[in-house]
């Protein structure tokens, strides 16, 4: 009787909610925090767990023996993360179960109301077992009285082979922590060890175990270090994959029977086969970067390295740089060498991304790079010379441009060698019915979801828009429009889409939701103050009153970059 009153005392400590039922999913026991987490009243103890939270599965678990970790579970407005265990006696029956709104931080508290470890552990290893860092619990002379399965997983041993023994069973290289704390009863937070068998290298923290006063013990939280150094060396490699990225998409990829897109495919399959340069023109969103990638692949130098570079998306004083590299001592004090993005570029293909927004300082650099294929890092005196292939993209007329004195003539004359015009697609509307059953097939998929087709009525409804975000803004609706189906639904139809063409319609009551229209104008309100200010980004958030971050945000959103 003492234990269990103990045992409560405990449970109404830790800042986890915990539920107990028994075997026929009646409620033996809320600890505080879930009643708190739950938002109950009293009278719930003996009642069946479904008529006092409706969305629950523990009377699943009852009846199954099945465990549930870390499931997702909506509680009001709050999405709490949950792990539900079945609770089994010595025949293995199910007598119980057992929920835990996890959270790693809570096991401190929980530790540190423990008295009697080996009296209560078989009711805890159900909670202990939930978390996914590996514990390990010593008595007050540091001998191990409990482990868990994250235990086993990182050290490769199991609980019978460390369990009643010294603290140093486990222990390659280092001092035992749990032996330590038993001499100093301190916190120890961050020390660093090698186990056994695996000689894996770990970061542990560890704490003592006080109960009214007196020292009973220590626990232990053990991280593997050599998982996060495999993580960063997998991030690096990432990084180097993005800057040496292998172009993609294929002509296959670029959706379209018009007349006009027709043509631009063809124009860019017979060029893919020289070595001539590329000028890729068309509104944002049309698919100029497909079309490069496209191209790319066509080539023969398929197997190279495909780089992109964004001109508007690197600061200009940092361009130079990233293209071009440097050497020790010459960008900021830096020391070493960076290779520039020409250079790993080498016998590949070099795309420059929104060529309208490079600074002229560096469109001189770039016209005498694409006359004989040699350039100087910055800081260095040594030319260097690569075999790179240039296409380039734009959505700004370079023409006009070109009268304001705003972009280099020699450099518009060496890149407009094929100009392929992408139309927008206001002038292909013929291709939205492909399009769209497309991104309809590619999101379902994306979302897990299960739209089997778009109706005739929503082709025709995207028909009546001019779609000024183009491709990328026909993607991002359907994708809306899928998020916005209920989930039992599997055709998208017209309603599910939000209003797309407010200003061209004498309609008083307007279709979706607030936050839809609220999006929409948003977005036109951006496309109509880009247009006003030429395409000049700076310039047009200045005049909307918000960052240039804010608004690069914004056009991703709203898909007009």
């Keep these: 009787m003492e234990l269990m009153k103990f045992y409560r005392t405990v449970l ?13 999913a009646r409620i033996l026991y809320i600890n505080k925090m879930a009643v708190r987490l739950l938002n109950l009243k009293d009278g719930f103890l003996g009642k069946h767990v479904v ?20 499931e997702v579970q909506n509680v009001g407005d709050n999405i709490i993360i949950t792990s539900r265990m079945p609770l089994k006696d010595e025949n293995d029956n199910v007598v119980g179960a057992v929920a835990v709104f996890r959270d790693i931080t809570s096991m401190r508290k929980l530790a540190e109301e423990i008295t ?17 860092d590996a514990i390990s619990v010593a008595d007050e002379n540091g001998n191990v009285v409990l482990v868990n399965k994250a235990y086993t997983k990182i050290t490769g041993l199991k ?3 460390v369990i009643g023994k010294p603290a140093t069973v486990d222990i390659a290289e280092g001092e035992s922590i749990h032996m330590m704390i038993s001499k100093t009863k301190k916190p120890i937070y ?10 894996r290298e770990v970061i542990v923290n560890a704490l003592p175990l006080f109960v009214k006063g007196e020292f009973r013990g220590s626990v232990a939280v053990v991280h593997d270090v050599s998982e996060i150094l495999n993580l960063t060396k997998e991030l690096e490699a990432v990084k180097r994959y993005i800057r040496h990225i292998k172009a993609k998409y294929t002509f296959d990829d ?15 399959k017979k060029v893919a086969k020289t070595p001539a340069t590329v000028l890729l023109r068309g509104e944002s969103g049309t698919g100029k970067e497909l079309f490069a990638h496209a191209i790319h692949n066509a080539s023969n130098r398929s197997d190279k390295p495909f780089v992109t570079v964004n001109c508007a998306a690197i600061p200009e004083n940092m361009l130079e740089v990233e293209l071009f590299g440097y050497v020790e001592d010459a960008f900021m004090g830096t020391k070493g060498e960076k290779v520039g993005l020409i250079e790993e570029a080498d016998g590949g293909t070099l795309f420059l991304d929104e060529i309208g927004k490079m600074p002229l300082s560096l469109q001189a650099k770039i016209v005498r790079f694409i006359e004989n294929g040699e350039f100087i890092p910055v800081g260095s005196n040594r030319i260097k010379k690569v075999n ?16 304001r004195r705003e972009f280099l003539s020699e450099l518009y ?8 015009f992408i139309p927008p697609l206001r002038e292909r509307k013929e291709d939205i019915d492909e399009l769209a059953n497309h991104f309809v097939k590619k999101i379902s998929n994306q979302y897990r979801r299960n739209i089997t087709k778009i109706t005739d009525n929503a082709i025709s409804y995207l028909k009546s828009y001019d779609w000024p975000g183009n491709v990328r803004e026909l993607e991002n609706v359907i994708g809306r429009a899928i998020i916005n189906m209920s989930i039992t639904e599997n055709i998208l139809d017209k309603r599910h889409f939000p209003t797309l063409f407010l200003e061209n319609t004498n309609q008083t009551k307007y279709e979706g939701s607030l936050k839809s229209l609220v999006e929409d104008f948003e977005r036109k309100v951006i496309e109509a103050a880009l247009r006003e200010n030429k395409g000049d980004r700076n310039l047009t958030a200045k005049k909307l009153g918000i960052s240039l971050r804010t608004l690069y945000y914004k056009m991703e959103k709203y898909g007009l970059i």
């Design 413 to 420: 004359y060496r890149l407009n060698v094929f100009p392929i």
């Design 159 to 161: 609980p019978e082979d």
């Design 254 to 268: 670029i959706i379209g029977q018009s007349e006009k897109m027709l043509i631009a495919k063809e124009q860019a």
């Design 190 to 199: 961050n020390a660093r060890l090698k186990v056994y068998p695996s000689k």
């Design 51 to 70: 008529e006092v939270i409706p969305n629950t599965r523990l009377h699943i678990v009852v009846r199954t023996g099945i465990p549930e970790v870390d």
């Design 388 to 403: 790179v292939r240039i296409i380039a993209s734009t959505n700004m007329d370079l023409e006009q441009m070109l009268k």
């Design 12 to 24: 109404e400590s830790i800042i986890e909610g915990v539920i107990i039922v028994d075997s026929d």
């Design 116 to 132: 009697n470890l080996h009296q209560i552990e078989a009711r805890l290893k159900a909670i202990i077992d939930s978390t996914y």
